[in-house]
Structures are given as structure tokens and as C-alpha cells.
């Protein structure tokens, strides 16, 4: 008894120690400065959703009273008298312990049910790096907790890198930290790593692997260590971004098992630089929902076309303008007017009116980029505009479309109401109708009119009387004729709208945003928008 006394002591002890490790990190913020949710904003909290985290967990049943998930889900542990990071113990060590023990509640997150804390813990985006490095040292609570299944999914290194200053492991530490976590199932890697090396060491720890990125890899790659991949793994999403394969002669993935590339739900492929055939892969992408095929090497338009048909239930694709015809758009609106929700085509040098015209048919539409389509006039452009294909979009991007004018914006304006994002760059024969976009458009959020010479202030007049109420950027780079006086005025007079000058620069702000030839990107979220869809 004494002894056990003594280990929970010591647990106790080191948990406080370590209080002042994990205060400033994220779990924190939300045990504690979440406090608008409570038990009774939110009823529908109750035991349930523990007993599906047990069911996660492989356990049996669990019973959690609701006030108490929803007073932890608030981070508000009133029940425990712990209600702010000030009421957490100082040190056992510090000369103020003694003086505070009976100020201080005598309650840790040790005294949180197992179940709880990986609740809580689920906060962590599910990343093993972050669970094993900063929460198992902890103590030995924390380390049995972390070692639950459901915490143990996924490997980012990217975003740990993109969102932490830490030292990432080296090929040793990772293969050790995937052997100790067999229940992994998507990893991402670093660029700079040397896939063969760190591929080899990941096959043999990672059975269960469904999702694998190794998007931009600076090192060459050989075919055989792509192959095995999907060899060895039924992967429903693979990134290989960027990847330069070598020493292949025959059609890529021409040895690998079919079953196993018809489980592919997720794959990118863009700006893959490869001297072999895509057509094995083309004709077996049965189950494929996001396509990423962007300045593909080798990738003719038979590749294209049979990847199209065979890719029945295709939600979200990105494809190059370059080798894309009115012969290709018919060859995807005949296998997906009813799927297709995102598409993004650059440089439609080669579309005409005729692609406008089939593209009416596609009823789901949400998103849509057609860059540099010059050769598509006025007519095609109000046609596509009027027809359902439009009246769903939430972002459109029309940059360089030479042909674009007063008229076809009037049109997008009085029938996509639901428009939150739109780019105009470039679209040299638009001004007027811009004050259309503002009366209509009342859930606009984001507009780009970069190099638009012949806008004025006239042409912005509606913002001055308060329309395009939700509107927060609008971007005006290279727009000579808009006054600065001007958009100093409506910047005082909306606070949260962010202009966009001559300079790229904001206005009111010092510093120069530094927004390039365009402005961002509306659609590198394709991916995650395809997710949300399968999941509901």
C-alpha cells in the first residue's frame, strides 16, 4: 500500500511538473478558453458520444454523465474547481507549494477518466508526432493514453514542420516511432527525406497504411520503390506531387496488382516527371473521387479521356487547358454532370464556345477556374453564366479570359447569387459591371479585379452605400484609374474590408502584402473539400 501510495504521489508530482510543458500548448487552450460551451448549450453532448469513443477504443461500455463531457468539451472543469490555468498547482519544488496547498484544489487531469482525456486529446488533429514527443513523457497516464488506437492515425510531418518549431526524426527515430504505433494509417513526408531509405523502413511497421504523401520529393525516384507502394498497400489516397520517377520504361504501375490501384479514392499526380505511359493507371481509377493531373508528363489525351471514364464517381478534378479540348469537356460532362462539384482547367487556349455550352449540363458545380480562356466569347460565356452549371457556384475565377465584359459579368451577377469568391484578374473589358457584382452578390467575400485599366471609382460607387455587406478583400493591383483618396474613404468607413492598391499594398497598412501577378489561389483546398463530401 505504501508503495502504491507513493507511485501516485510521484505521478502526481511529476504531472504538476510538467503543467508548465503543456500550458501553452493547444489542448490547453481548449480545457481552458473555450468556455462558451456549456452543458447547457449544448444538451445533445450526453453519454452517447462516450460510448462511441468506446467503441473506437475497443472497449465495452462506458458512462460518462453529459454535464461532465460538455463541462470538459467547454473547457470548464467547474466540478473539479479548476476553472483557468491559474488554479493549476505550482511545482512540488517551488516555496509557494506548501503556502497554496490549501488554496489549491486537489485535482489533476490524472483524475480525468480514461476516456476523457482521449477525447481531449483527439484536439491533437490525431498526429503521432505530436502524442508521443510532447504527451507520453508526461507521465505514465498520459503515456497509456496515448497509446490509444483511435489518437494513433496520423504521421504529418509536413504540417508539423509547417505549424511547429521542433526537430523532426531522422530515419532511425521514425522507424522506431511507426513500429511503436502500428496503428497508423496516413503518413506524410518530408520533401528533403530520401524515399529510399525512409520508404523500406516504413513498409515493413505500417500494415494498415490507406494514405501516404510524398508530394515534391527533391530526390530522384526509381520505379520499383513507387511500385511497391501500392504493391504493398491498398491506399485509398496517394500524393506523389511533384515526384521525378526514374528507370521505367514500361507503363507505370503495369506490375502492380489491379485490385489495388481500384481502391485509389484520392491521387495526385500533378507535375510528375516520368518517361513511362500512364495508361494502366488511366483505365483502372474505379473508385477515384479527387483527380490532380496539372502538368502531368506523358499524360496524352486518350490518358485523360480513359481516366475520365473510368473514374465514375469523380467529384473534384484539376486538369491542364494544355492538351484539353471541346473533344475532352464532352468526354467529362458525358460521364459526370451529376458528380462533378470542383473543377479547375488553366490555360483553356484550346476551349471554345462549344466547351461553354457543354459545360451547361453540369448540374452540381460548386467550384470553377477557367484560366486564359481567350478564344471563348461573350455568347458562350453569358450562355455557361444563365445555365444551371452556375447558379450553385460559391467561387469562380476567370483570369485572362480576354473575352469576358461588362455583359458576362452582368449575367454572373444576376445568377449566381450564392458567389463568395471571384478573380477577374486580368479581364481587361470589365468596369461597370462590377457594381452589379456588389448589389447582387450579397455573400461576397473575396473579389480580385487585378489589371482591370479601365475601372474607376464610379464603377465601385455601391460600396459607398453599403453593398457587399460581407465583402473582406478586394483586391485593385494594377487598377491606375482607382483614386487612393477614394478607397481611403470606404476603408474608414468599413473596418473589416481589406483594399488592395496600385502597389499591392493595403491600404492603411505600412507594410506591402506583397501579392504577386495574382493574388491566391481559391482552390489548393479541392482535396479537403472532396473529404467533407464523401464523409457526410
Not at 467561387?395 to 463568395?420: F, M, P, S
Request: aromatic share 6%.
Amino acid at each position: 500500500n505504501n508503495n502504491n501510495n507513493n507511485n501516485r504521489r510521484h505521478d502526481n508530482a511529476q504531472a504538476i511538473t510538467y503543467t508548465h510543458r503543456i500550458a501553452s500548448h493547444p489542448i490547453m487552450d481548449l480545457l481552458c478558453s473555450r468556455t462558451a460551451l456549456t452543458a447547457a448549450a449544448q444538451p445533445q453532448v450526453d453519454a452517447a458520444e462516450a460510448e462511441v469513443e468506446a467503441a473506437e477504443l475497443g472497449t465495452t461500455t462506458v458512462t460518462i454523465p453529459s454535464s461532465t463531457l460538455a463541462t470538459v468539451k467547454g473547457g470548464i472543469l467547474a466540478d473539479q474547481g479548476v476553472t483557468s490555468r491559474a488554479n493549476l498547482a505550482p511545482p512540488a519544488s517551488s516555496p509557494r507549494a506548501e503556502e497554496a496547498a490549501d488554496l489549491t484544489p486537489q485535482t489533476s487531469l490524472l483524475d480525468l477518466p480514461f476516456e476523457v482525456l482521449v477525447y481531449i486529446f483527439r484536439f491533437l488533429d490525431y498526429n503521432v508526432f505530436q502524442l508521443q514527443s510532447y504527451i507520453a513523457p508526461v507521465c505514465r497516464h498520459f503515456h497509456s493514453v496515448s497509446r490509444a488506437p483511435v489518437l494513433n492515425r496520423a504521421l504529418d510531418l509536413v504540417k508539423i514542420r509547417r505549424e511547429h518549431s521542433v526537430i523532426l526524426p531522422t530515419i532511425a527515430s521514425l522507424s522506431q516511432l511507426v513500429r511503436s504505433t502500428p496503428s497508423v494509417q496516413e503518413v506524410s513526408l518530408l520533401p528533403e527525406y530520401d524515399l529510399h531509405e525512409y520508404l523500406p523502413a516504413l513498409i515493413p511497421s505500417c500494415q494498415g497504411l490507406t494514405s501516404l504523401n510524398i508530394g515534391f520529393s527533391q530526390t530522384y525516384i526509381s520505379y520499383p520503390v513507387i511500385s511497391n507502394v501500392l504493391k504493398t498497400w491498398q491506399l485509398s489516397e496517394f500524393n506523389m506531387e511533384g515526384v521525378l520517377i526514374t528507370d521505367c520504361s514500361a507503363p507505370l504501375f503495369h506490375d502492380v496488382p489491379v485490385e489495388n490501384i481500384q481502391c485509389l479514392q484520392l491521387l495526385d499526380i500533378s507535375h510528375v516527371r516520368s518517361l513511362a505511359g500512364w495508361d494502366v493507371l488511366c483505365h483502372n481509377l474505379h473508385s477515384v473521387r479527387y483527380l490532380n493531373i496539372l502538368e502531368t508528363s506523358g499524360l496524352t489525351q486518350d490518358d485523360a479521356q480513359a481516366a475520365f471514364t473510368s473514374a465514375s464517381s469523380l467529384i473534384g478534378l484539376r486538369v491542364d487547358g494544355d492538351d484539353c479540348d471541346d473533344d475532352l469537356i464532352e468526354c467529362l460532362v458525358t460521364h459526370h454532370e451529376s458528380t462533378l462539384k470542383y473543377l479547375t482547367i488553366g490555360f483553356c487556349q484550346s476551349l471554345t464556345d462549344e466547351s461553354c455550352y457543354l459545360m451547361c449540363d453540369l448540374k452540381q458545380l460548386k467550384w470553377l477556374q477557367l484560366r486564359k480562356g481567350a478564344d471563348i466569347s461573350p455568347t458562350g460565356w453569358c450562355a455557361l453564366a444563365a445555365s444551371p452549371a452556375f447558379s450553385g457556384l460559391t467561387k469562380l475565377d476567370l483570369t485572362e479570359c480576354a473575352q469576358v465584359n461588362n455583359e458576362v459579368v452582368g449575367t454572373i451577377a444576376h445568377c449566381c447569387l450564392d458567389l463568395e469568391k471571384l478573380i477577374l484578374a486580368w479581364c481587361t473589358n470589365v468596369s461597370s459591371a462590377i457594381n452589379d457584382v456588389f448589389i447582387r452578390c450579397s455573400e461576397l467575400q473575396h473579389l480580385d479585379l487585378t489589371g482591370l485599366k479601365s475601372l474607376s471609382n464610379q464603377c465601385l460607387s455601391s460600396l459607398t452605400s453599403g453593398a457587399a455587406k460581407n465583402l473582406e478583400l478586394l483586391c485593385l493591383k494594377q487598377c491606375n484609374h482607382v483614386q487612393d483618396d477614394f478607397l481611403w474613404g470606404i476603408t474608414k468607413a468599413r473596418g473589416k474590408l481589406r483594399i488592395i492598391d496600385y502597389y499591392g499594398q493595403a491600404i492603411g497598412d505600412e507594410e506591402d502584402l506583397e501579392f504577386g501577378y495574382y493574388t491566391i489561389d481559391l482552390f489548393t483546398d479541392i482535396r479537403d473539400a472532396v473529404l467533407r463530401d464523401c464523409s457526410q
